[in-house]
């Protein structure tokens, strides 16, 4: 998915690369965004396989928006608006990884991957 190779050149990389990462990412998020566009969820009303197939790198925002410098939320709010509502869902909530956690692991493996 290339939500996942955007912000993997985001905290994986560092200089040019990192720029072209932020690029990507965010011209599929604008995407998704446009694809979303008024509705609560990407199916319309009702939470369904897109949702589910996205929320889930919801929790890496946070690690993307660090190693990246930059916002998600200012660029494009009603994407995380629409992460915050699924994460009102009880199975979301419970299956999504802490993206502090996630920044954590992130750290961790940049410096085993010897970046910095």
Not at 30 to 43: I, N, T
Not at 48 to 55: H, L
Not at 58 to 76: P, Q
Request: proline share 2%; charged share 30%.
């Amino acid at each position: 998915m290339q939500v996942y190779d955007g912000g993997k050149k985001i905290w994986a990389t560092n200089g040019e690369e990192r720029q072209a990462g932020k690029k990507e990412l965010f011209e599929i998020l604008k995407v998704l965004k446009a694809e979303l566009g008024d509705k609560p969820y990407f199916g319309g009303d009702s939470f369904g396989y897109v949702d589910v197939a996205f929320v889930g790198f919801y929790s890496w925002f946070y690690a993307y928006e660090t190693f990246g410098n930059f916002n998600i939320e200012a660029e494009c709010p009603k994407l995380i608006a629409w992460a915050k509502r699924c994460l009102q869902r009880e199975s979301v909530a419970n299956s999504l990884a802490d993206e502090k956690k996630v920044h954590e692991f992130i750290v961790e493996v940049r410096k085993w991957w010897g970046i910095e």
